[in-house]
């Protein structure tokens, strides 16, 4: 199968997967439709594919975790919906089409946003998974951690109270590692802690996260510069409109293109040690150069 059908089969596979469950959990129409509306056939999922690729390098079965890579992408639409509503980024497009709160309403945004969470919990917490206990705790404390206050929440707070004309690119970076850095490091590290692997496997994929969540902050803010709503399926040139602080404003477009080279350099280094196996994972980082949305 070659590489574009595989992750296209991935995202029909988990679309499926998703309203199975939703419907055989007796999930309330009223959840189930805002759910449908927003995911299926939508979104990248590259938090999903990245988790099965970083499992691929420990050989395993894609059967035994599509549920936690399933997990990852409950957590990140959550916070697309929630960071969509008024009360935060108030945007109108998302995945192409209108936000959450806007083709419902606020009430249903933030309910459905909150079931995502618990969902992405009952997911790993699942009783017919194959995975072991211990398993399971390491990746639901993992997820807590990247995705609360010290992760994703965290970054989206510093984000919103950070004073532009104060801050500075250590600050930005942090932020950034944090409101979105922090859920790639999960998928990583998912590999090791389901695989087995060593300390030495988690902290070269957390590393190789880490950089691969400065190629895609770049690439995004390249996007929100360079494209359109059309192209990008969200609003764009909302970083410069709303006054908000990005690398690009402090690094310029030139050299924040030479860190992404820079990045990827690293990156051919650190995977090394898995050979040909890390090729599908370095040229999902060369795919977040290429990308429109
Ligand atoms: C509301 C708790 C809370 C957190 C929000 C990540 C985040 C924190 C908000 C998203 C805002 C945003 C647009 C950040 C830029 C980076 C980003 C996460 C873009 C969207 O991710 P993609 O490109 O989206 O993977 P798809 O639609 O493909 O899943």
Known sequence: MN???????IR???DNYL????????????????????????????????????????????????????????????????????AMDDDNYRRGELTLHKKYDEATAILVGDALISLAF???????????PECKISLVNNLARSSGGMGMVGGQMLDIYMN?????????????????????????????????????????????????????????????IESTLEMAGKSVNKDNKGGKSTLIEYMGIEE????????????????????????NLYNLCLQLVDRKS
Not at 122 to 132: A, F, G, R
């Open 19 to 86: 309203v199975d469950y939703l419907i055989s959990s007796s999930y309330p129409k009223n959840i189930v439709d805002p759910i449908k509306y927003i995911f299926l056939d939508k979104g990248k999922k590259i938090r999903a594919i990245l988790l099965i690729e970083a499992c691929d390098l420990f050989d395993i079965d894609y059967k035994d975790i599509r549920h936690i890579a399933l997990a990852i992408e409950c957590i990140h639409t959550y916070s697309l919906i929630h960071d969509d509503l008024p």
């Open 164 to 224: 532009p004309s104060t801050t500075n690119i250590q600050e930005i970076n942090n932020m950034q590692h944090m409101k979105t850095g922090e859920l790639f490091c999960f998928s990583c590290i998912s590999g090791p802690i389901i695989g087995g692997g060593s300390d030495e496997d988690k902290k070269t994929l957390f590393e190789f996260a880490k950089l691969y969540g400065s190629i895609f902050q770049i690439s995004d803010d390249l996007i929100d």
């Open 256 to 279: 924040s293109k030479s860190k992404i080279t820079i990045n990827l350099q690293e990156i051919k280094l650190l995977l090394k040690r898995y050979g040909n196996k890390a090729d």
């Open 122 to 132: 009952e997911l790993i917490t699942n009783e017919d998974s194959v995975l072991s």
């Open 12 to 14: 029909k596979d988990l």
């Open 3 to 9: 590489i574009k059908k595989k992750y296209d089969f």
